[in-house]
């Protein structure tokens, strides 16, 4: 978003333009922090900055550097390509849902103690019969409406 004035002006506007995709990469790193029941204070600490600094880029008011995306990824245990999935205007993967409802979800105390106590469960086989029980649960309720 450049206006044709001075290039100090315009690099200002630029600089200071809101980003949607800044905003989303934001999110989805508020979204990863929060299932690993991790504050802005310990992933700040792990990449070497202000807890401050983590509101920005999870507001979108700062840009995330790739170097700082790469290592944030590395502390959050998710591939790069996890910040950019289903984000506005890009190439989405057909089977990326909309991840409103998921931030929505694990911004919940519900949503963070479910997350919590399934992430302890190591057997595979009882993560997916977890999984089966909750989404018969979700169909009978779905029923009830």
Do not use: W
């Not at 929060?34 to 070497?48: A, P, T």
């Not at 995330?64 to 506005?88: D, K, M, N, T, Y």
């Amino acid at each position: 978003m450049f206006v044709a004035v001075g290039k100090k002006t315009a690099k200002k506007v630029a600089k200071t333009a809101s980003n949607s995709i800044d905003e989303y990469v934001g999110g989805r790193v508020r979204l990863r922090r929060r299932m690993l029941d991790m504050s802005q204070g310990e992933l700040g600490d792990s990449l070497g900055i202000s807890c401050q600094q983590i509101q920005k880029y999870e507001n979108g008011a700062n840009r995330i550097s790739a170097s700082r995306l790469q290592r944030a990824a590395h502390i959050l245990q998710v591939p790069i390509p996890f910040f950019f999935e289903g984000a506005p205007g890009g190439h989405n993967l057909k089977t990326a849902p909309p991840l409103d409802y998921v931030d929505e979800f694990v911004s919940s105390s519900e949503g963070l103690r479910l997350i919590s106590a399934f992430v302890r469960v190591d057997n595979p086989e009882t993560r997916r019969r977890i999984v089966s029980l909750v989404q018969v649960i979700a169909e009978d309720d779905g029923d009830k409406d």
